[in-house]
């Protein structure tokens, strides 16, 4: 049976059931199409921004996810051999958001989905990915989804469709949108875990590091539950070369990389399995918006890790796409030269924000024997003038005002 909606949300990462919230709220019928059954899936990224918080304390459901665990940093640090050249201290920021978040996705979006399901004009069908657009005309008119081998296919009809299927989204590759690839990093990152038990009595400051000790750079940040979450960075192509002589050498230089880790990594780190390897780069879509399409968070650009930018920036995509969709959808107009506002109005920040992250891959990032030397210390002395806390704010709450449209929102409770 067909399914008759005003947008189906391709997607249910953060970027989509935050949309979908904020449309439902406002009266709009929504049907979200997430391709896993469960909320039970890997994850990547899971640091908040205070902007990113505040916008979600403003929908409700951060206070609620954040019982099911969290952990504030107080401070981000670029550390080499011990010495801290960097002191990003989030605590200097305008409460109460100042901090950053470590907050599990599938905390955030358990309670996203909650939020969205207290609304009768909610759907999701979980399970299910988009195989076609359907078009009419050369406007984007709905999507089919497809379930499981085996099952039918489902025909959603929409006002609009918006792609929040991340960097390698289906729906912006048929709707014929080209991506541009760009290697501003020329780094990969290996994601592992090591247990973080948690110390009874002891209060001291948790920060995100990017520490030098010995090679390349590694990221480290506690997490929940009771973890230590670490990223090495290597060169494009790096880990092959590591990973084809052996997991015990490749453990000796993850063990070099972080030696206070040494003992720990040796102990937990025991085959592949245990290690994930994310490829980095930036990129964006050619356009953002089509008749009847609009492409929202790593579906319309892709950042680093670096900055902790990615869920914050798809949260204030869905912010800033809410107004244009509703009006669109009241209007009777879903075309592109309604839908392009939003990407008019967006576009800045991300740029901003991907010079930003440019920069700072820049300062912590840099391996030769001449860049990494000078830069790291080019940014400590950066670090202590006014210029630096001012990127700082930039970082912490973007560059461009982005305000909830509470008046649109239907009724005073959430």
């Known amino acids: 049976m067909d399914i008759d909606t005003d947008i189906c949300v391709v997607g249910g990462g953060p970027a989509g059931l935050t949309l979908a919230l904020l449309l439902v709220r406002s009266g709009l019928r929504v049907t979200v199409l997430e391709r896993s059954r469960s909320l039970e899936r890997a994850y990547r990224g899971e640091i908040l921004q205070p902007g990113g918080q505040a916008l979600l304390d403003e929908l409700g459901v951060l206070g609620p996810a954040r019982e099911h665990g969290a952990v504030e940093h107080d401070r981000f640090l670029l550390e080499e ?167 015990d050498h490749l453990i000796d230089r993850l063990a070099l990389a972080a030696p206070e880790y040494a003992d720990r990594i040796r102990a937990e780190i025991s085959g592949f399995g245990d290690l994930s390897l994310l490829d980095v780069f930036s990129g964006g879509a050619d356009r953002w918006v089509r008749d009847g399409l609009l492409l929202i968070g790593d579906s319309a650009h892709t950042h680093s890790p670096i900055g902790a930018q990615g869920i914050n920036l798809a949260i204030r995509d869905a912010v800033a796409a809410h107004p244009v969709l509703v009006e669109a959808v009241r209007g009777g107009d879903a075309g592109a030269d309604r839908l392009v506002r939003y990407e008019r109005a967006r576009r800045p920040e991300v740029e901003r924000i991907t010079r930003i992250q440019r920069v700072q891959s820049r300062m912590m990032l840099s391996t030769g024997r001449f860049s990494s030397t000078l830069r790291p210390r080019a940014a400590a002395l950066v670090s202590r003038t006014p210029v630096y806390g001012a990127m700082l704010r930039r970082i912490a709450f973007g560059t461009e005002p982005v305000r909830l449209r509470t008046d649109l929102l239907a009724g005073a409770g959430r």
């Open 81 to 247: 051999h011990g010495r801290i050249l960097i002191d990003g201290d989030y605590r200097r920021l305008p409460g109460p958001y100042n901090c950053l978040l470590s907050l599990p996705q599938r905390h955030l979006l358990t309670e996203l989905l909650a939020a969205c399901e207290r609304h009768d004009g909610f759907r999701q069908l979980a399970g299910a990915k988009a195989t076609a657009l359907i078009e009419e005309d050369g406007a984007v008119r709905g999507v089919v989804a497809g379930g499981a081998a085996g099952s039918p296919d489902r025909v959603v009809r929409a006002r609009c469709v918006v792609g929040a299927d991340g960097r390698f989204s289906k729906v912006r590759a048929l709707a014929g949108i080209g991506y541009r690839r760009q290697e501003l990093f020329s780094q990969d990152v290996l994601w592992f875990r090591l247990d973080a038990p948690a110390r009874p009595g002891a209060r001291r400051p948790n920060d995100v590091r990017v520490f030098r000790a010995g090679g390349n750079p590694v990221l480290s940040y506690r997490s929940v539950p009771d973890t230590l979450q670490l990223g090495w960075t290597l060169p494009h192509g790096g880990f092959r070369r590591l990973a084809d002589r052996g997991i």
